[in-house]
């Protein structure tokens, strides 16, 4: 070992805090350097020959020097070993520990020894308080070094087997974090940052289905908004029926895309009054009750590609769901339409009906033929008088996306007259509850729309997309909107009414858009 300061001081005094001199060997941001000049101001050189001004608190004083070379050399390993296993687990300090290590303690071999405590594999402390490990803490730390370099081994390869796309079974765990940022769980991966890919879930998402991570079935939008798709289901509790005007009697159908599985509306007519049926789960969902805090938190039917993520328990539609028993309750809205379409009479009752279950193609071959007939008759009217006061219904096309069993099913939805007529019940249903809602003093959330910035009475697809283009966004607000700005948008099967939302059972169907709803009175 060679030390460069033949005129450095051989004692180590004066090791640790100040005062300064200059010549001083001082230890700046763990590295040497050398007092400059000392006074109100002290001005060192680093190593790497940067003069900088310091306050005495930044440095630690080493060695008094004087020191002209910040070049030291570092002992042997070897040595370092056997001096320590002398002193293990005792307490010296840097000058005593040089001089047994080297024989001398000049400026560069306190810094030799200094740089064991810095180092931490040997030694801890101070200059005038210099630890030497004993036995258990050496290992400790040589073990603890050991792994971490054994980690950054197998990061690298891992990291190296992520760029060329050949993963093994054991790279999942560690790709749980990449799994987190797509799920957006986390906002940083150190493994998306390590292959300088940017902290997105898409980008998350795209490297684990390049991978063969995940494949297209795996869907993670539902965790990135916070829905939660599994839990367990609070028990639905049996309470009395209340009394309930029985319509068993007459011929009631729940008209629903083909595969529907929660029929949840239904429609029936009886001379000039046409009946609009919704599902009641309220017979054992009471409000406070843990099935009601349970649906509150979900708020709906969650709808994906690879099923239903129910808002009450599964069991509900089976006891509910209308036309799946023989009879079933329901909250019921009787409507009769005045001489020129509009909403002229309206009551909500709890009944019990006997439902037949149709599609819309079943519907729309049936739709000039017995009751079906004279309900689209009666919905007629009512979209007549909602086109005449400045309706928009744009009929734009829809499919419906299934997957299952690694496949994606995309099936065209065609637009019919069948869609239409549940569309306009389920309109007049809303404007039926919203009127109710006024009457009564109902706190409800209405939904309005401004009518388009012109009129538009579109015919052709490129018609309907530009006539679109020009709605402007609906708001909801607990006043129903004036007359003028009175436009909705309703889906077949749901009780979304004009100028008023109204659902309590969530549905999953879709149909044509329409806007345009009658005038109601404006609160006073």
């Not at 400059?36 to 060695?63: C, F, M, N, P, W």
């Not at 001398?104 to 490990?133: H, K, M, N, Q």
């Amino acid at each position: 070992m060679s030390v460069e300061d033949s005129g450095a001081k051989k004692d180590g005094s004066g090791a640790g805090a100040g005062p300064f001199a200059p010549g001083n060997l001082v230890v700046y941001k763990s590295a040497p350097a050398r007092v400059l000049t000392a006074g109100q101001k002290i001005e060192i050189e680093t190593a790497e020959g940067s003069r900088v001004s310091v306050r005495g608190k930044d440095i630690l004083l080493l060695h008094p020097g004087p020191v002209s070379s910040l070049r030291f050399d570092l002992p042997p390993a070897g040595e370092v070993r056997e001096a320590w296993e002398m002193l293990q687990g005792q307490r010296t300090t840097a000058a005593e520990f040089a001089e047994l290590l080297f024989g001398t303690s000049g400026p560069g071999e306190c810094w030799a020894v200094y740089s064991l405590a810095l180092d931490g594999l040997y030694a801890r402390g101070t200059p005038g308080d210099f630890i030497l490990l004993s036995r258990e803490e050496h290992q400790a730390v040589a073990d603890a070094r050991d792994e971490a370099e054994r980690e950054a081994r197998e990061r690298s390869l891992l990291l190296d087997r992520l760029r060329t796309g050949k993963t093994l079974p054991q790279d999942r765990k560690p790709l749980r974090e990449v799994e987190d940022v797509a799920f957006g769980r986390s906002g940083t991966s150190r493994i998306l940052r390590d292959l300088k890919i940017p902290n997105l879930p898409e980008k998350a998402h795209a490297l684990l289905l390049k991978l063969g991570v995940w494949d297209e079935s795996v869907n993670p939008h539902p965790a990135r908004l916070g829905l939660s798709l599994e839990g367990a289901f609070p028990a639905l509790e049996d309470y009395p029926d209340g009394e309930r005007l029985d319509l068993t009697g007459l011929p009631a159908f729940a008209v629903d895309d083909e595969g529907s599985e929660d029929p949840d509306d239904a429609i029936s007519v009886d001379g000039d009054t046409l009946w609009v049926h919704i599902a009641d789960p309220a017979q054992a969902v009471r409000p406070g009750t843990e099935a009601d805090l349970f649906a509150r938190e979900r708020g709906a039917n969650l709808y994906l590609p690879e099923g239903k993520v129910p808002m009450l328990p599964p069991e509900t539609t089976e006891r509910f769901g209308l036309g799946l028993g023989d009879t079933s309750p329901a909250l019921s809205f009787a409507v009769k339409l005045a001489p020129d379409g509009s909403l002229a009479e309206h009551r909500i009752l709890l009944t019990r009906v006997r439902v037949t279950r149709l599609s819309f193609r079943e519907a729309q071959e049936r739709l000039d033929q017995g009751p079906l007939r004279d309900i689209h008759a009666v919905t007629s009217r009512y979209n007549a008088f909602r086109r005449k006061n400045g309706a928009v219904s744009l009929r734009l096309p829809e499919v419906k996306i299934r997957a299952a069993s690694g496949e994606v099913t995309i099936r065209p939805l065609p637009p019919t007259d069948a869609q239409t007529m549940v569309t306009d019940a389920m309109l007049m249903a809303g404007e039926a509850a919203a009127r109710y809602a006024i009457e009564k003093g109902l706190p409800l959330p209405y939904a309005s729309q401004e009518p388009p910035d012109s009129p538009c009475d579109p015919r052709t697809l490129s018609e309907m997309w530009a006539c679109r283009r020009q709605m402007r966004a609906g708001s909801v607000s607990s006043f129903p909107a004036p007359t003028r700005a009175w436009a909705c948008r309703s889906t077949p099967g749901s009780p979304v009414p004009c100028g008023a939302t109204w659902t309590w059972w969530p549905t999953s169907r879709s149909g044509p858009t329409s806007w345009g709803c009658p005038s109601f009175p404006p609160r006073r």
